[in-house]
């Protein structure tokens, strides 16, 4: 490679922009074609979220007749910049075929492959980087995370260890270990605690406060838990400011495109599609695992696939795939079918030619009667648990950051508010939707009764039994969820009534949701 070429990729991968810009730039007057340095503005264009900027710079190097795995990362991330799923999974592919040994390109390859779904695939690449830069902090953090969701447990704690050595303040990191983590190591609390107190910023104070929360709950001091995690999210809650009223308008529309829905009893269409959703933490992967431990389920993860066609499709004004807006537009819509077709088409290269797919969007819930409507032969299973168990259970979930939609889970009262919201929208589905194509679920049952709700949703989703529904712990299809640890074990009962186990935070848990109407 040529020494000026990287130059500028060591600036760029550096967090140098303005040094990689100029060294590309410099190359690029001696050598129009090196089509290396035009990559190099591409990728600060793809830093900088300038999803014009970058398909433009690799539209230019792929009509110039190169091919690269770089480039096709790069054009993997500016579709997903654009929310064209099919092109980023496909460009994405593409880049995974080919590979590449520099570890920066690596770690692109493996970040992409996971925003398209593809978690096992995704692990040889981290490797590569992590191997290849040993002293990035942030590449042993991905492999680790890729080990976790592919059940690597035990590979990816000793992965978050080399991590916190290597960096011992990665908050992330922290956070993440302490989740693996079987007992607290000796010092690991007031290590966290010093660097909690020492930081200001909300994102780092987040991360440490779950970690410490998590510790406490090792050592069962269950309110010490709860009161690092009301420190943890103080800030973020001032910055984030929930809209309640938002949300009440959401399930209000919901329930109304129920009410006004006209959906048969009888899947007819396209029986493929089983859709499960319900409250983050209330059980959805926990189905998901004995579903697609079926020979005929493949399940394709959490997709916002859906929402993004109906946003499309309706063209209601405003960047939100969620909102009350959408809802009402959905329910006015007089035929929705051309939306489902076009889901179906956008999940095809990652469905093959399974006999039955699973999507596990939690919030795909507000879209259940228009997603009835759409896929006209789809099931959809609805999970419902303890209101005062996913209260909890979700305060303690530190969730992406950057998705809009989790805005409640950084105040204990906005969480139990959204908790009743979304019972009072469970009730009302349960009530109106047709039984046939509609099934609750509740996560209680599937805990005491395994064999038996399995025989249901079997039956419900049209399969036969299999023997390896049961032993869903052993299915061997990545997890990326909250839940990527929990379901590499066979059913337990010890998360039933956890939230009992707080003393003041039981009542607090009792007076919030007491608000609404929901009693122990």
């Not at 406060?209 to 800030?235: I, P, V």
């Not at 079926?294 to 946003?311: C, N, Q, T, Y």
């Not at 009402?328 to 889901?343: E, F, S």
């Not at 009072?424 to 349960?430: H, I, L, P, T, Y």
């Amino acid at each position: 490679m040529n020494s000026d070429i990287k130059a500028a990729m060591d600036h760029l991968f550096a967090g140098r922009f303005q040094a990689a810009h100029a060294a590309a730039q410099s190359v690029l007057k001696e050598d129009p074609k090196a089509f290396e340095a035009v990559l190099v503005l591409a990728a600060i264009a793809a830093e900088h979220g300038n999803e014009p900027g970058t398909a433009k710079l690799c539209r230019l190097v792929r009509e110039a007749g190169h091919e690269s795995c770089w480039l096709a990362v790069l054009e993997a991330r500016a579709a997903l910049m654009r929310q064209d799923a099919d092109t980023a999974r496909e460009r994405a592919e593409a880049a995974s075929n080919m590979g590449s040994q520099d570890p920066h390109i690596s770690n692109q390859l493996g970040v992409v492959l996971s925003r398209t779904g593809r978690h096992g695939q995704a692990v040889p690449p981290f490797r590569i980087a992590a191997e290849g830069a040993p002293a990035n902090p942030d590449y042993h953090y991905n492999l680790a995370i890729a080990l976790q969701f592919n059940g690597a447990l035990a590979e990816a704690r000793a992965e978050f260890e080399r991590l916190v050595e290597l960096q011992p303040d990665h908050a992330k990191g922290w956070l993440a270990l302490a989740q693996l983590a079987e007992s607290p190591q000796p010092g690991w609390a007031g290590h966290l605690a010093d660097l909690f107190e020492a930081t200001g910023d909300t994102e780092t104070r987040l991360a440490l406060g779950h970690a410490l929360a998590r510790l406490a709950e090792l050592e069962q001091h269950w309110d010490a838990s709860l009161a690092w995690l009301d420190r943890a999210k103080e800030a973020k809650a001032r910055e984030t400011a929930h809209d309640r009223a938002g949300v009440e308008r959401m399930v209000d529309a919901a329930i109304a495109s129920a009410q006004a829905a006209r959906i048969g009893d009888n899947p007819a269409g396209d029986q493929r599609p089983i859709i499960v959703v319900g409250m983050p933490r209330s059980g959805t992967t926990l189905v998901e695992r004995i579903l697609s431990s079926h020979p005929r389920v493949i399940s394709l993860g959490e997709l916002s696939d859906f929402a993004v066609e109906l946003k499309r499709g309706l063209r209601t004004p405003g960047p939100m795939v969620l909102d009350d807006a959408i809802l009402a537009a959905a329910a006015a819509a007089p035929d929705l079918a051309p939306i489902g077709a076009a889901y179906l088409a956008r999940i095809a290269m990652l469905a093959g030619d399974a006999p039955h797919t699973l999507d596990k969007m939690p919030f795909n819930a507000f879209f259940v009667p228009a997603i009835l409507r759409a896929l006209s032969g789809a099931r959809v299973v609805f999970l419902r648990r303890s209101p005062f168990d996913v209260l909890f259970a979700n305060y303690r979930q530190l969730f992406a950051t950057g998705f809009g939609y989790y805005g409640y889970a950084y105040d204990f009262g906005d969480t139990a508010h959204f908790v009743a919201a979304f019972e009072r929208m469970a009730g009302a589905f349960e009530h109106t939707l047709p039984a046939g194509r509609f099934m609750p679920v509740r996560y209680e049952e599937v805990v005491a009764d395994q064999r038996g709700q399995t025989e249901r949703l079997l039956r419900f989703c049209g399969l036969e039994w299999d023997d390896a529904c049961m032993e869903f712990h052993r299915n061997a299809q990545p997890v990326a969820t909250a839940s990527s640890v929990q379901v590499r074990s066979p059913i337990y009962t010890s998360s039933l009534g956890k939230w009992r186990r707080y003393g003041e935070g039981s009542q607090r848990a009792i007076a919030e949701l007491g608000r609404y109407g929901i009693a122990p």
